[in-house]
């Protein structure tokens, strides 16, 4: 699994628990939480949901590490 994948099922699970947002919005290097205004809870929801797709979990001490499209594909590209 390369980069450009992790990252298109990290959006997946974006856009199905926030419907509201479209692919558009998502900027890679931008907050996920603050630019596209999912709080607290649904973000904890997109990380079960790629727990459960990619088989990685991220302890909470790592949520700051996740905060942007980018560095979230980087942080599951190197637990692969």
Known sequence: MNMDEIKKIIIEQI???APEISEDDIDEN???QRSLEIDSFDFLKI???LNE???IEVPEADYS???TLNNMAEH???QL
């Open 15 to 17: 856009l199905e628990i």
């Open 30 to 32: 931008k907050n996920i």
């Open 47 to 49: 990380l079960t949901a």
């Open 53 to 55: 797709k990619l088989g």
């Open 65 to 67: 590490k996740v905060d």
């Open 76 to 78: 599951f590209l190197k």
